[in-house]
């Protein structure tokens, strides 16, 4: 049985759960979401 090798497009790395701990919006779940966020905060 063979290893699935995940692609991910710039942005869409989800979060692993030490990341998502904090994070007020819970809705969040790639980096490209935090970074939107964030973003729309400065």
């Known amino acids: 049985m063979g290893l699935i090798a995940l692609h991910y497009e710039e942005g869409q790395t989800p979060l692993d759960e030490d990341e998502k701990d ?5 809705s ?6 935090l970074d939107e966020v964030e973003q729309r905060n400065i």
């Open 28 to 33: 969040v779940t790639t980096r490209g979401e």
């Open 22 to 26: 904090g994070l007020l919006i819970p």
